[in-house]
């Protein structure tokens, strides 16, 4: 990892523990342009965002007890490990080989275990994944396709009584997540949001909470109605 990119640290403090996290110090350097050519995806994993930020600090405080829980779009690690500290059985998935190989080695410089990793293409989902508990993503709606995508995804790895949660940080393309989502059977509220600091840059952060009809039957929310802060129900 460390001979094919320069690498940086950035520490996170999730539950008063401080998490290391290594990443290449500059996205160009991830830039490919004959897989950007082939399939028009750009390299979006190697930045600890806002959202995974916010999402992380969440699952930080959860009771895991070794329920599983399944990432969509791991990137750095930062999500996984958290939910790994809090007591999760914890599959990671991403795209790309290299966003998987730095989750695994962020979580052993961490001395996390209960992190396993594996390549998922959401175009082409992997039907044996099983059900989870808990499923869980952030910022991953970053391109207007992904909404119907990552709602699929949902759908097919909640379990009949779990929970979804998907942090993004209000774009305009995600707007039609919680619709796609209502198409497959789930129910998608936005419930929570966070202003969210990292240095220079600020984001209002929005937290989804996505479970089964009628688990929880509500009017579909397109945004969020709370006041950045709010408490999660």
């Known amino acids: 990892m460390g001979q094919r990119f320069s690498l940086a640290e950035t520490v996170v403090t999730l539950a008063g523990r401080p998490v290391v996290l290594a990443h290449p110090v500059s996205v160009d350097d991830l830039l490919d342009e004959d897989d950007y050519g082939r399939h028009q995806r750009l390299p979006y994993w190697g930045t600890v965002w806002p959202s995974a930020r916010f999402l992380a600090s969440r699952l930080a405080d959860a009771q895991g007890q070794?329920?599983?829980?399944?990432?969509?779009?791991?990137?750095?690690?930062?999500?996984s490990i958290a939910a790994a500290l809090a007591g999760f059985e914890v599959l990671a998935t991403d795209y790309y080989e290299d966003a998987l190989e730095f989750t695994a080695a962020n979580a052993r410089r961490n001395g996390v275990t209960g992190v396993t990793t594996r390549?998922?293409?959401w175009r082409h989902y992997p039907a044996d994944l099983g059900d989870f508990d808990l499923v869980v993503a952030s910022d991953v709606l970053y391109e207007r396709p992904n909404a119907g995508l990552v709602a699929a995804a949902f759908a097919h790895s909640l379990a009949p009584h779990g929970q979804g949660l998907l942090t993004d940080p209000g774009r305009q393309v995600a707007r039609p997540f919680a619709e796609q989502c209502r198409r497959l059977g789930l129910d998608c509220q936005c419930v929570d949001l966070e202003q969210v600091i990292?240095?220079?840059?600020?984001a209002i952060v929005e937290l989804y909470e996505i479970a089964w009809q009628?688990?929880?039957?509500?009017?579909?929310?397109?945004g969020c109605q709370k006041t950045p802060g709010g408490m999660l129900e």
Not at 198 to 202: A, F, N, Q, S, Y
Not at 214 to 222: D, G, L, M, S
């Open 198 to 202: 990292d240095g220079t840059v600020e």
């Open 119 to 121: 390549w998922v293409d």
């Open 66 to 79: 070794g329920r599983r829980l399944l990432e969509l779009g791991s990137g750095l690690g930062l999500v």
């Open 214 to 222: 009628p688990a929880r039957p509500k009017t579909v929310q397109p």
